[in-house]
């Protein structure tokens, strides 16, 4: 099922596409190009055999005339007779008839009731046998004229082939243009196919790439086409990228490392000085000082970690049992819930299974569970996870104050808090570390209102298929104080 719904979209992906629109224009436009042309050829045949005809009964009518020229109305007779003979020809009709329209000479038994005798040329309709069971009609295309003394003669062509020929060849046109038309949706098809599949290749390197393995290149064929220029064009770019990003690496290294060191120092200095300092005043200050420190190194940590989290790699994804994470964070942070006196609520569906980095996926879930002990006063904070249309979900509740509607997308951004939280320590990087770990997972990060308080869902991407084996190294979260809020998952 899964193959053939994989296909199904493939196969719309191919009609949806732009070069298959393009091949659609084309082939409306070729087949405008031969209909106009097949149908410019069936008129200048249908006339050539129009005037192929009326220049026979022209020529039968000059015949007649030399015939009454030299033996008078006898020799009309004579000839009418000798062109028709005893039995109908295939396809000649005359007639000539008296002055009182009775039959002289001729093939037809009388004159056509609807021949109008002011018209040259007529066309009109005959039985072609009045004997046979079976009345067979033809069409009869004629030149009427009158002999001196009121004789009127009727010479004509039955122009059944020409319509069998017209009617065939019309037939003949009609199918050509739909081959055309057909052949065109095919090449379309190919074509677009072709396309496709060297642009899905580049989109899927792209895809790798964001998902954070710059190592990726988009593969480059052997001809010196646009694609293969434009391949050579997005790997130069890609290099250069990957010389920017390694560059912006190191100096966020140098830069941890020169910051976080002197600022270690200082606080342990700090923490040197208060334990030899009695005076309260100064000793109030100093604590103060070490407070400040431990907030800038706090927020220098949060910040390593958005980084690290935005530029995370699937290739660290392995398969991950959600209970087991759900369980270790809530081991760690019940004990502060308790100190609040809040009721904190597990609630967890066995065998949820998702993909993901082990590690960022619990500190997203230590944020968000920190985030709701902090804010909420009284009431309960609640973990849950469920299966939802085949993709696990977590959720984390709280009976907090909650996010106005309006904030709720600005939340997500760096270093922005809002008015009730001014009082709490912390730096605004919480969310935007939970929201980089979502993206990097391709999770769908959803803020409710709980009413009261906050409800956040994580989302993950279906997993086709999940692995027996499950990571099971210990998570690597930040140590916890049950008498204060935890300063690495707070922020």
């Known amino acids: 099922m899964g193959l053939n719904r994989n296909s199904l979209l493939k196969l719309l992906s191919v009609f949806g596409s732009t070069t298959f629109r393009l091949a659609l224009i084309y082939t409306l436009i070729f087949g405008l190009s031969v209909g106009g042309l097949f149908y410019f050829v069936f008129w200048t045949t249908a006339k050539f055999a129009d005037q192929q005809i009326e220049a026979a009964i022209t020529a039968d009518v000059t015949s007649f005339q030399e015939a009454f020229a030299r033996a008078d109305l006898n020799g009309l007779v004579m000839a009418v007779n000798r062109r028709t003979g005893t039995e109908l020809r295939a396809d000649g009709v005359y007639l000539l008839v008296d002055p009182a329209g009775n039959p002289l000479a001729g093939n037809l038994h009388a004159w056509p009731r609807k021949v109008s005798a002011d018209d040259v040329w007529v066309t009109f309709t005959i039985v072609r046998d009045a004997t046979m069971p079976t009345q067979e009609y033809g069409d009869v295309r004629a030149l009427q004229f009158v002999v001196p003394g009121g004789y009127r003669l009727l010479v004509g062509r039955d122009i059944r082939d020409a319509q069998r020929f017209r009617t065939q060849l019309v037939r003949s046109l009609n199918i050509g243009l739909a081959l055309t ?222 996010i106005a509607d309006e904030y709720k997308d600005k939340v997500l951004e760096r270093l922005v808090r809002l008015e009730q939280s001014r009082t709490s320590p912390g730096s605004g990087l919480g969310l935007s570390l939970v929201s980089a770990v979502a993206k990097s997972h391709k999770i769908d990060l959803i803020l409710r209102d709980n009413n009261p308080g906050l409800r956040v869902e994580l989302v993950f991407p279906r997993v086709e298929q999940i692995s027996t084996t499950v990571a099971t190294q210990p998570i690597l979260l930040p140590a916890t104080k049950s008498s204060a809020p935890r300063q690495a998952a707070a922020e």
Not at 222 to 237: H, K, P, Q, V, Y
Not at 247 to 255: A, E, K, L, T, Y
Not at 361 to 367: D, P, T
Request: some cysteine.
């Open 181 to 402: 038309a057909a052949l065109g949706l095919v090449g379309g098809f190919i074509f677009s196919g072709v396309i496709m599949r060297r642009i899905e290749s580049i989109s899927r390197t792209c895809r790798r790439i964001m998902s954070g393995d710059l190592s990726q290149r988009v593969h480059v064929p052997r001809t010196s086409d646009e694609f293969g220029r434009l391949a050579l064009s997005i790997n130069a770019m890609l290099d250069q990228i990957e010389r920017l990003m390694r560059g912006m690496q190191q100096v966020s290294d140098n830069v941890a490392h020169d910051l976080r060191t002197p600022l270690t120092r200082l606080r342990s200095r700090l923490e040197s000085a208060l334990r030899h300092m009695h005076d309260p005043v100064n000793r109030e200050a100093i604590e103060g000082a070490v407070a400040d420190a431990d907030s800038l190194l706090a927020t220098f940590a949060a910040l390593l970690r958005i980084a690290r989290a935005e530029a995370g790699s699937q290739r660290n994804f392995v398969d991950l049992d959600l209970v087991t994470i759900i369980e270790e964070v809530a081991d760690l942070y019940a004990p502060l819930a308790e100190d609040k006196c809040l009721s904190f609520i597990s609630d967890c569906k066995s065998g949820l299974r998702a993909r993901g980095d082990r590690n960022l996926v619990a500190q997203a879930l230590a944020n968000l569970v920190d985030n709701a002990i902090k804010y909420t006063d009284t009431g309960s904070v609640t973990i849950s996870a469920a299966e939802r249309d085949g993709r696990a979900v977590l959720v984390v509740a709280d009976t907090g104050p909650g």
